[in-house]
Structures are given as structure tokens and as C-alpha cells.
């Protein structure tokens, strides 16, 4: 069975800091890994997605790396913001199961001003 | 592009009532999936359409959650009868392939008393 782990649970940082969420996951056959930010009372919104066969994909002040081997992902994101505060998952999509993700608990960022 | 509609934003009703969530997926997607999300156990699957049809129900807790998709255009979810822990925030998500992300609705924030 996937299991999806984000750390850490929480972080908090100055504005204009660069900084790493981090991803792993057990199970190294996945299709894609995505990840996500949600705003709260919200629903999730679609930052990044990697194909398996990928190493990277950047957004703007986004970028996302994947080692498949290792069962890890990163997402880094480049002088932050306030603006940046929310909470970020990732998932991955299960390789031979349809369409199907599984979601980490994911990292509650604060950036302060 | 109005994005996933779901309704009500929020329900609070007693134990032992039925509740109805509704979805309307995105116009063209053809992959629509019921996410619950809480504190304690995060984001999970509880089911998967394609093409109207479902393809993975294995997440649904119980006998008393049951999903349909009559049309492309439409979903429910129903709880009867309901229990407090069923509380949760119950997501709503589409998509058209396999190699394109999610797009998430903004929820149903649900209380069962």
C-alpha cells in the first residue's frame, strides 16, 4: 500500500527566504506526482505535476524535482511570501490503478512579513 | 470555465438524517472523484468515476455512503443515515486524462450533531 509522507507538519519562515518542503513516498511505481496548495476554507489548487519519467517542472518561483529510486520529492519555492502562507500537498498517482492519488498530510507553511 | 460547483457549502443537520452532497464537474472532463478530508486522517479517496461509470468505490467507509453519477454533468454523494463522525470536509474533483491534474471544488463542510 502508498503511503505519502510530508515533512515537516509546520513551518514558519521570514519573508524573502527560500525554502524546501519535502515529500516521500514507499511505493516507487508511481505515474505522476502532483502537488498542491490549499487556501483555507478551500479546495486544492493544482501547483505542479511531474511524469514519472521527469525530473523536474517549474512554475515561476516553483520548482518541483523528483527521484523516483529514492521515493522523494521536493518543492522549493524562491523568496517567499506572505502571500505563500497555506498548506502544500503533495500526491502521488498510483501507476497501475487508474487515476487514483494518494495524498501526504502535507506542510502548513507561514511566511512572515 | 466555472470550475467544480459543489453544494451546499456547508450542512449541519443531526445524526440519523440523510445528507446529499452535489458536485458538477467540469464541462469536458470526463474522470470525477469524492475526496473526504479531516483532521485526523487527512485527504482520502472514498470513490472514482469515468465516464459516469464507477471504476473504484474501495474507499467508501461504509454501507450508508452511496455515489452516483446519473451524467456527465453531475454527481452525488449521500450519507443516510448519517453518524457525527461522518464529519468532515467532502471534496469534489475532476479531470481529463490521466496525465492532467485535478481541479478540486471549494467543498462541503458537513456536521452531523
Known amino acids: 500500500k502508498q503511503e505519502v509522507t510530508q515533512i515537516p507538519a509546520a513551518l514558519s519562515v521570514p519573508e524573502g527566504e527560500n525554502l524546501v518542503l519535502n515529500c516521500s513516498f514507499t511505493?516507487?511505481?508511481?505515474?505522476?506526482l502532483q502537488w498542491f496548495r490549499q487556501d483555507p476554507g478551500k479546495g486544492l489548487t493544482s501547483l505542479l505535476l511531474i511524469q514519472s519519467s521527469q525530473r523536474e517542472q517549474t512554475s515561476g518561483r516553483l520548482n518541483a524535482s523528483l527521484d523516483k529510486s529514492s521515493g522523494r520529492s521536493t518543492l522549493y519555492i524562491a523568496a517567499s511570501q506572505p502571500g505563500d502562507s497555506a498548506t502544500y500537498l503533495c500526491?502521488?498517482?498510483?501507476?497501475?490503478?487508474?487515476?487514483?492519488?494518494?495524498f501526504g498530510g502535507g506542510t502548513r507553511l507561514m511566511v512572515k512579513p | 470555465d466555472a470550475g467544480v460547483i459543489q453544494s451546499p457549502r456547508h450542512e449541519v443537520t443531526e445524526m440519523g438524517q440523510e445528507v446529499t452532497l452535489r458536485c458538477k464537474p467540469i464541462s469536458g472532463h470526463n474522470s470525477l472523484f469524492w475526496y473526504r478530508q479531516t483532521m485526523m486522517r487527512g485527504l482520502e479517496l472514498l470513490i472514482y468515476f469515468n465516464n459516469n461509470v464507477p471504476i473504484d468505490d474501495s474507499g467508501m467507509p461504509e454501507d450508508r455512503f452511496s455515489a452516483k453519477m446519473p451524467n456527465a454533468s453531475f454527481s452525488t454523494l449521500k450519507i443516510q443515515p448519517s453518524e457525527p463522525r461522518d464529519s468532515a470536509v467532502y471534496f469534489c474533483a475532476s479531470t481529463t486524462t490521466n496525465n492532467q491534474p485535478q481541479h478540486f471544488g471549494d467543498g462541503t463542510r458537513l456536521s452531523i450533531l
Open positions: 500526491a502521488v498517482r498510483r501507476g497501475n490503478a487508474g487515476n487514483m492519488l494518494t
Open positions: 511505493d516507487s511505481a508511481i505515474y505522476n
